[in-house]
């Protein structure tokens, strides 16, 4: 079992900044790849983010230029460095993982209870 713990989150300007962390704990796991998601009230789920474990990253659109995920292996801890901030970025951001069992082999999806991002205008 993978636990993720998202911090970082919290009340930004437009044009500041902020950077989320998740840390994912638990033993006999191996994490293929973390990424950021983003949610509303009344929208779906959203990728912002994505990087494996080998360093490739995808973006969604609207984020590109200003937001920026890195991956530290050795901590299992993924960031999201957040710049130019906009209003509409504000949102619940959910980290999520994909890790592979050592014991069995199979790759589960785990989230995070996710952390409140607010842009003011």
């Known amino acids: 079992q993978v636990q993720l713990v998202e911090s970082g989150g919290g009340l930004v300007q437009a044009g500041g900044s902020l950077r989320l962390s998740c840390a994912a704990s638990?033993?006999?796991?191996?994490?293929?790849?973390m990424a950021w998601h983003r949610q509303v009230p009344g929208k779906q789920r959203e990728l912002v983010a994505a990087v494996t474990d080998s360093g490739i990253t995808n973006y969604a659109d609207s984020v590109k230029g200003r937001f920026t995920i890195s991956l530290d292996n050795a901590k299992n801890t993924v960031y999201l460095q957040m710049n130019s901030l906009k209003p509409e970025d504000t949102a619940v951001y959910y980290c999520n993982c994909n890790a592979a069992s050592y014991r069995t082999g199979t790759t589960n999806r785990y989230w995070g209870q996710g952390t409140q991002v607010t842009v003011s205008s």
């Open positions: 638990g033993t006999g796991f191996s994490i293929n790849r």
